[in-house]
Nanobody, 126 residues
Framework: QLQLVESGGGLVQPGGSLRLSCAAS????????IGWFRQAPGKEREEVSC????????NYVDSVKGRFTMSRDKAKSAVYLQMDILKPEDTAVYYC???????????????????WGQGTQVTVSS
């Protein structure tokens, strides 16, 4: 059974850092692209970043470019989101999601994410 479990959220001051983890089980990252999404209260869900199944090519929404870094460890079946220079507007529940695809690119905005984790809360506040 395909499963995704996020961890690493918490409370951090503006300018601080957090590293989110997404543990994947029941499938191999060689055949799935992974996306990180977030949803703040009263706002629509937003795709933050994604990583391709082939080559681990990443892509980011403009608002996090230069601050967030997505990576993966196929041996550990894990995907990470390193978040630096955090801002209050980054406060949200963060989710990882998987979609079946074999490509050396990751386009933002794909509607085909079929598998989701339960989310982890990130709060940026002083």
């Amino acid at each position: 059974q395909l499963q995704l479990v996020e961890s690493g959220g918490g409370l951090v001051q503006p300018g601080g850092s957090l590293r989110l983890s997404c543990a994947a089980s029941g499938f191999t990252l060689d055949y799935y692209a992974i996306g990180w999404f977030r949803q703040a209260p009263g706002k629509e869900r937003e795709e933050v970043s994604c990583i391709s199944s082939i080559g681990g090519i990443t892509n980011y929404v403009d608002s996090v470019k230069g601050r967030f870094t997505m990576s993966r460890d196929k041996a550990k079946s894990a995907v990470y989101l390193q978040m630096d220079i955090l801002k209050p507007e980054d406060t949200a529940v963060y989710y990882c999601a998987a979609r079946a695809t074999v490509q050396a690119r990751c386009l933002m905005g794909s509607p085909w994410y079929a598998h989701w984790g339960q989310g982890t809360q990130v709060t940026v506040s002083s």
